[in-house]
């Protein structure tokens, strides 16, 4: 089976601009969850999606959305960028919406942010 | 809030020794731990999941023990490889969906051929 898919791979944008990132969750998976990893620190959490609703959101601004599509697939969008958000973009899935089972994580979209 | 703390944070062992990841936490009232493997670059790759109400779990030269009550959870790899170079994160999930996972900054860990 595949695992959880992300697209697009790399990312270059300029201060300012707008970008929506992709993520597919294995087959059967119905929450997807985003966590942004800056160099050198763990992820931080930024949003879980079940079921097409918003379960949780992190401390991040407003300028970051997400939402989750009827086949589970989700987009995140990050409007008006900023140096900061220059990271690798990480996309986890799992079978319901609660953290009590293992989290499968996707192989990242790295930004880079001029 | 729960913090996260991963000592040390990186360690070069020759190959074939034993050594033990140290992760600490700072609320014990959580629902589970998980350890992860991030390759250079990579995404993070599951390794061992422990809920709150285990003591430990196995995976092949893996070993993940939880002491909840203290804060603290240890990874065990046995005869270490080459190829099990790589960061290792320590999560743990505190419950409430605002939080999702809380992770450490990891251990970057090199083995020498």
């Known amino acids: 089976d595949a695992g959880v898919t992300q697209s697009p791979t790399h990312l270059i944008k300029t201060r300012g601009q707008q970008v929506t990132l992709r993520c597919s969750p294995i087959s059967g998976h119905k929450s997807v969850s985003w966590y942004q990893q800056v160099l050198g620190q763990g992820p931080q959490f930024i949003f879980q999606y079940y079921e097409k609703e918003e379960r949780g959101r992190g401390n991040f601004p407003d300028r970051f959305s997400a939402r989750q599509f009827p086949n589970y697939s989700s987009e995140l969008n990050v409007n008006a960028l900023l140096l900061g958000d220059s990271a690798l973009y990480l996309c986890?899935?799992?079978?319901?919406?609660?953290?009590?089972?293992?989290?499968?994580f996707g192989p990242g979209t790295r930004l880079l942010v001029l | 809030k729960q913090e996260v703390t991963q000592i040390p944070a990186a360690l070069s062992v020759p190959e074939g020794e034993n050594l033990v990841l140290n992760c600490s936490f700072t609320?014990?009232?959580?629902?589970?731990l998980q350890w992860f493997r991030q390759d250079p670059g990579k995404g993070l790759t599951s390794l061992l999941l422990?809920?709150?109400?285990?003591r430990e779990q196995t995976s092949g030269r893996l070993n993940a023990s939880l002491d909840k009550s203290s804060g603290r959870s240890t990874l065990y790899i046995a005869a270490s490889q080459p190829g099990d170079s790589a960061t290792y994160l320590c999560a743990v999930y505190s419950g409430g969906g605002a939080d999702g996972l809380t992770f450490g900054k990891g251990t970057h860990l090199i083995i020498q051929p």
């Open positions: 609320d014990s009232a959580i629902y589970n």
């Open positions: 422990i809920q709150s109400s285990q």
């Open positions: 986890a899935s799992s079978l319901g919406d609660r953290y009590q089972e293992t989290q499968y």
